[in-house]
């Protein structure tokens, strides 16, 4: 059975990515997002949760890859190539590490944005949304 948009109750999940892999805890995390962890799960409809993830800035990697993935872009300017190793990302903000992994697994379409608004990553262990876990 279908559900409705209106019928969708979502529910918080905190995840601790203290220690864990990066890619296996994002992957898990876009599961949640996307809803597929639902009984009623259908792909045109954002059926997904609320997601925390605390510890952001413990998170762990594996090999070489602190040194060996590089984040590269461009400004649009000339000559404004710009490349950060995955050791500089995480030394400045690793929230957004964190954020750009989840967002690369999530199907890219129309509803990626709303999943993606219900991703909160916090660096340390405190967070506002401590009232809506039971």
Known sequence: MIPKESEIKRSWHLVDIEGRVLGRAASGVALLLMGKDKPFFVPHLDCGDYVVIINASKV???????????????????????????????????????????????????????????????????????????
């Open 60 to 134: 762990a990697v594996t090999g070489r890859k602190l040194t060996r993935k590089v984040y590269r872009h461009h400004t649009g300017y000339p000559g404004g190539f710009r490349e950060k190793t995955l050791a500089e990302r995480l030394k400045g903000d690793s929230r957004v590490v964190i954020m750009a992994a989840v967002a690369g697994m999530l199907p890219k379409n129309k509803l990626r944005r709303n999943r993606l608004r219900r991703l909160k990553v916090f660096s340390g262990s405190n967070h506002p949304y401590s009232d809506k876990f039971d």
